[in-house]
């Protein structure tokens, strides 16, 4: 891989900061590659396997007919999940790399874009392609489920088996979401912009390992697609702008306003149905927390999460709303500067005509007069 950021052909010291910056992504994949060939050693192989595998699997008996049962491989959370989240932050360190590189860099030079510009067209592209991703993928896991009835979010709880699928899209989430915090010193961010992506990265982490955690997958997977479906479309209109697409943009943005609000309004919605009114219809005896089974259905951990759905969605609405209305102050201002240029360019159109009007009823009243008075006035001159 071409080490991203080289600007000269002198090489940088080896282990410098700046060595390691322009040269992450291989470093990065060759200790990924560590824990890979250790699968092909006896002696290594169950220590590798806890990176690369996803353990703590169950083995229920599922029916596919009537009288017909077979066995199938169901997942759980467990501790050993923080190995596998390890190695596949290291492979997506690897894969950001590979789209920064081989697309955004290459797209970026034919737009010649400013140094902010720059920054935050990386920043979308990288978002928008992970949301496609995670919005097919949880689309696939939403069909597969049967996860069409609201009623589904909260029947069986608590939800230990979930599918390799189902576990595996979760380890990617909060893999994901952890590897923003390396990106931070991978990609040169400055100290001003990291308080922003530090912030995202953190509400992430605390929604989706908690979720993961308690049992709460299948409404942490359903609003994590109404979330991702909404930001793809916002960022997409970013990247339509970069793009000197204004025209579609605009018009794009506007569509992505309306679903910012129906997104977080179907999210409080459904966060209500799932804590307040489907978990709490559950049997007393289940509602209880405990750890063995995965149990974390009582009234206190409902509250919590639905308060804490809620005000994060608060928060959200309060930042757009903001943004909204500086947004129509800087286009007020900004018709208003126009308004005024323009008026002071016709001003200055209109006393420029009365000029050349004056200049040309002054030459016409000198043609009028008789040869002797012009000759005089010559003469006086």
């Given at each position: ?101 081989y697309m955004l860099d290459k797209i970026n030079k034919k737009l010649h874009l400013s140094k902010i510009k720059h920054a935050k067209f990386d920043e979308s592209g990288q978002l928008i392609i992970f949301y496609l991703v ?26 230990n088996n979930m599918t390799y699928m189902f576990k595996f899209f979760f380890v990617i989430q909060i893999a994901y979401w952890l590897h923003i915090f390396p990106e931070l010193y991978f990609q040169k961010i400055k100290k ?190």
């Open positions: 891989m071409v080490a991203k950021g080289r600007k000269s052909g002198k090489t940088p010291p080896v282990f410098s900061h700046e060595f390691v910056i322009q040269n992450h992504a291989d470093i990065v994949s060759c200790v990924a590659m560590v824990f890979v060939l250790g699968l092909m050693f006896q002696v290594s192989t169950p220590l590798a396997s806890v990176f690369i595998a996803l353990h703590h699997n169950v083995t229920v008996p599922q029916q596919v007919a009537p009288g017909n049962f077979m066995d199938v491989t169901l997942y759980t959370p467990g501790i050993k999940d923080a190995a596998a989240t390890f190695f596949y932050l290291l492979i997506v360190v690897v894969i950001h790399a590979i789209i920064q590189e995670s919005l097919c993928w949880a689309g696939d896991i939403i069909f597969k489920e049967n996860m069409f009835s609201v009623a589904s979010l909260w029947d069986g709880y608590p939800h001003e912009d990291m308080s922003v992506k530090i912030q995202y990265a953190c509400l992430y982490l605390a929604f989706i390992v908690p979720a993961y955690m308690m049992r709460f997958t299948k409404v942490c997977l359903v609003l994590l697609f109404i979330h991702y479906a909404v930001e793809a479309v916002y960022h997409g209109c970013r990247i339509l702008s970069y793009a000197e697409k204004s025209s579609l943009a605009r018009k794009i943005f506007k569509l992505g306003d309306v679903l910012f609000v129906l997104g977080r309004l179907g999210t409080v919605i459904l966060a209500v149905l799932t804590f307040w009114y489907g978990l709490a219809k559950m049997p007393v005896e289940e509602q209880v927390m405990d750890l063995a089974t995965g149990n974390f259905n009582t009234g206190l951990i409902r509250l919590n999460c639905l308060v804490a759905v809620c005000a994060l969605q608060a928060f959200l609405m309060y930042k757009f709303i903001i943004f909204q209305v500086q947004r129509r102050r800087e286009q007020k201002s900004g018709s208003s500067a126009n308004a005024a240029a323009a008026a002071k360019a016709k001003k200055s159109e209109q006393e420029r005509a009365k000029a050349r009007k004056e200049k040309r009823a002054n030459k016409e009243e000198e043609d009028d007069r008789p040869e002797v008075d012009q000759g005089v006035r010559q003469r006086v001159k």
